[in-house]
């Protein structure tokens, strides 16, 4: 079971990235997804979630109205559009299968003028 993120980058504020989480080895529609992310010297906090059926969402607070969690079955592909970045969304985000506790390696984000 292995989870591998991408789309990371750098952006100023205002920008919008699109992160994406693939799996190999298993079929990732029967599963809950979630993205994490960690800032310098913070603890790794819960950013969105998403349920196997794809039919229900959770998000953060803090991101709420400005990233979407999506998963497109066909391509074992689960997104994190980002938009209206802020300088407080830098961070590691990690992609996370609850169902085997397996994390991927993570994707730089990082927001500056």
């Known amino acids: 079971v292995q989870v591998v993120e991408s789309g990371g980058g750098s952006v100023a504020p205002g920008g919008s990235l699109r992160l994406s989480c693939a799996a190999s080895?298993?079929?990732?529609?029967?599963?809950?997804i979630a993205w994490h992310r960690q800032a310098p010297g913070k603890t790794r906090e819960l950013v969105a979630n998403?349920?196997?059926?794809?039919?229900?969402?959770n998000y953060a607070d803090s991101v709420k109205g400005r990233f979407t969690i999506s998963g497109d079955n066909a391509k074992n592909t689960v997104y994190l559009q980002m938009n209206s970045l802020k300088p407080e969304d830098t961070g590691m985000y990690y992609c996370?299968?609850?169902?085997?506790?397996?994390w991927g390696q993570g994707t730089q984000v990082t927001v500056s003028a």
């Open positions: 080895g298993f079929a990732f529609r029967w599963y809950d």
């Open positions: 998403i349920t196997a059926a794809r039919s229900t969402t």
């Open positions: 996370h299968l609850p169902r085997f506790d397996s």
